[in-house]
């Protein structure tokens, strides 16, 4: 099993621009999350799903949009790329098993590094 | 809103010395507790993960965790560091069934050789 995978690896964008990261899962869970992660803040949670064909936003979500089209793909979106976008993004999902979204174990892609100019 | 502090910044310590790291969490209702780490360059990795039974949980690599309820507290411990053990490490909270998951800020432990 690949677990959880995300590409691209690296992104260097210009202020306005737009783009998607992919993410992939092939534990056939039924949850899963994006967070980015900025120096001294640890991680934050921007959306996430419970299942294909839902969303749901977390703590930090202006900026960004979701899909979850198929179970095993959650894609995030920048419509209009800023400065204050710039951060590391990680994609996670869980199984959920031991009731609600995020009462389970999550399992982290390798991160996706966005520097927004 | 439930929040998760992380006491130590940064925090360097010679091989072999011992570790322990601070969390303490404000919810004050039935929670699950984990601990991740970050290694240079790689994504997050579970340590070990508290839902209920024994408070003093084991994880990988002879790290220990104890929760204390009385105290809103999970802290990391390992009697004896590695230069191998020289990442970033995150606390990481679920209050109640429908909360989030939320993360401290980290700890950057830095082992001497």
């Known amino acids: 099993n690949a677990g959880v995978t995300q590409t691209p690896k690296f992104r260097v964008l210009k202020t306005g621009q737009s783009m998607t990261l992919l993410c992939a899962q092939d534990m056939n869970h039924e949850y899963m999350y994006w967070y980015r992660q900025d120096p001294g803040m640890g991680l934050r949670l921007i959306h996430y799903?419970?299942?294909?064909?839902?969303?749901a936003k977390g703590e930090v979500p202006d900026g960004y949009n979701v899909s979850r089209l198929k179970k095993q793909n959650f894609l995030l979106g920048l419509e209009s790329a800023a400065p204050s976008q710039t951060s590391v993004y990680f994609c996670?999902?869980?199984?959920?098993?031991?009731?609600?979204?995020?009462?389970?174990?999550?399992?982290f892609g390798p991160g996706t590094r966005l520097t927004v100019l | 809103a439930q929040s998760v502090s992380q006491h130590n910044h940064h925090v360097i310590l010679s091989e072999a010395a011992s570790l322990e790291l601070g969390c303490n969490y404000s919810y004050g209702g039935t929670v699950n507790l984990f601990w991740y780490v970050q290694y240079p360059g790689q994504h997050l990795q579970l340590l070990l993960k508290y839902f209920s039974g024994d408070p003093l949980v084991k994880g990988i690599k002879g790290f220990e965790a104890e929760f204390i309820k009385s105290k809103f507290s999970f802290n990391l411990r390992k009697p004896s560091v590695q230069w191998s053990d020289t990442a970033e490490y995150f606390c990481?909270?679920?209050?109640?069934?429908?909360?989030?998951?939320?993360f401290g800020k980290g700890t950057k432990l830095s082992v001497k050789p």
């Open positions: 996670a999902s869980s199984g959920g098993t031991s009731g609600g979204a995020f009462a389970d174990t999550q399992y």
């Open positions: 990481a909270v679920i209050g109640g069934s429908q909360g989030n998951l939320i």
């Open positions: 799903s419970v299942g294909e064909g839902t969303t």
